[in-house]
């Protein structure tokens, strides 16, 4: 069960990243919505292992979850912003 949750997991992390970097919706929303879904996905891996306090998996899975949700959220937001600062003309020297 816990690779079914982990797949999700990625899969969220994936969406998230392809949903900013092609512009599918409000910038905000997509963070939030990334963001809470790693959490809970990861949360819901890290239960699903045998040997693991439910208490516990919540805690790492908070972690994990934000931490791999607010990395994704910044290297998608950094290449975006690249792109959009690439497509704009050269500033004229004065």
Known sequence: MQFIFFFAFAL???????AIRRGWGNLRVIAALGVCGSIVTMSLTMISQPNVRVDAGVIAGVLIGGAFGAATLAIAWYFQTQELRAKLPPESEV
Request: proline letters at 0%; glycine letters at 0%.
């Open 12 to 18: 969220v992390i994936v969406t998230m990243y392809l």
